[in-house]
């Protein structure tokens, strides 16, 4: 049987109050439980082009075709436009994901600040940050977040320790192929991480042999862990590619895939320590954090 976890990640206002939606509709219509993760705060995604100086960045926006992706507001939000906050544009949208049944939880207060800064992110500033977003995730749910998602697959020794400190179920913040105790610097942290184990479209999408035709066999092929996690995105998958993304599920549940949620996984996996490296992967601008290999 091969067991599959949908990770959501929401980065900008469009994927919230449009791509989400449509999300939540095909994962009722299909069943689905998704693991899906919210910017809570400003969408300060044109800031976003300071990336540009990083190997692979145009790249990508090219394959991706940025602009019709994500919309030309969202690619000016924070610099010529004012950056909108997100979840309070539309509290009952992030109501009716957790009211659903899907496992929510925290990407990040400001999504393009923290994947861009994390580095010289103090503890403090970290922390509150983070509080930020859980006080609005438990005044719209009633329940504290007990697990979150960093933007950009970042790390540091800050965000781990305050994840541990927080006391967080897991955490979903590398690339890898199984759950595992991350150790980072020569130091040991809880909660466990569950990396996201196949690539995202936008990463491969436009590669040679990889079209909106084949993505989904691509990632067919890939799930050949005990623990498989796909992070899709709603500016992509919820908008302009989701019935892409919708065939590809089809397809797996036709193939007999189980679908879980990332609180499955933790919940029923055994992780061993191991260590996390930053390193580069294919079609991803910069560095990011991944599980080393045993």
């Known amino acids: 049987m091969i067991k599959l976890a949908i990770k959501v990640d929401i980065d900008t206002l469009r ?6 939606p449509k999300m939540l509709d095909f994962f009722n219509r299909l069943g689905i439980k998704a693991s899906i993760f919210f910017s809570f705060g400003p969408d300060n995604s044109g800031k976003a082009i300071r990336r540009i100086f990083k190997k ?3 790249s990508k926006m090219m394959r991706t075709k940025a602009p019709s992706t994500y919309g030309i507001k969202t690619l000016l939000y924070g610099t010529v436009l004012p950056a909108p906050l997100i979840v309070p544009s539309a509290p009952q949208l992030f109501q009716r994901a957790y009211g659903e049944g899907h496992d929510c939880g925290v990407h990040a207060w400001d999504h393009v600040y923290v994947q861009d800064e994390l580095s010289s992110i103090t503890k403090n500033e970290f922390l509150s940050l983070f509080e930020k977003s859980a006080e609005m995730f438990e005044r719209l749910s009633g ?8 933007p950009g697959w970042q790390i540091s020794s800050v965000s781990l320790e305050v994840q541990q400190e927080l006391g967080l179920k897991y955490c979903s913040d590398t690339r890898g192929r199984s759950p595992f105790i991350p150790i980072f ?15 995202t479209m ?6 040679p042999g990889v079209d909106d035709d084949s993505i ?12 498989n996690v796909l992070t899709v995105h709603a500016e992509m998958e919820g908008l302009s590619k989701i019935g892409v993304f919708e065939r590809f599920l089809l397809k797996a549940k036709k193939n007999g895939t189980e679908f879980y949620t990332l609180a499955d996984f933790a919940k ?7 260590n996390i490296k930053m390193s580069t992967i294919t ?6 954090a991944i599980q080393e290999d045993k």
């Open 15 to 20: 994927g919230y109050q449009e791509g989400l």
């Open 56 to 58: 692979g960045f145009i």
């Open 143 to 150: 329940k504290k977040p007990l697990c979150c998602a960093a």
């Open 185 to 199: 610097d020569g130091k040991s942290y809880s909660p466990m991480q569950i990396p996201t184990t196949l690539p």
């Open 202 to 207: 936008d990463e491969i999408l436009g590669l």
């Open 216 to 227: 989904g066999d691509v990632w067919l092929k890939g799930m050949n862990n005990e623990w």
């Open 268 to 274: 029923n996996s055994t992780p061993a320590e191991c």
């Open 283 to 288: 079609g991803r601008a910069g560095t990011l």
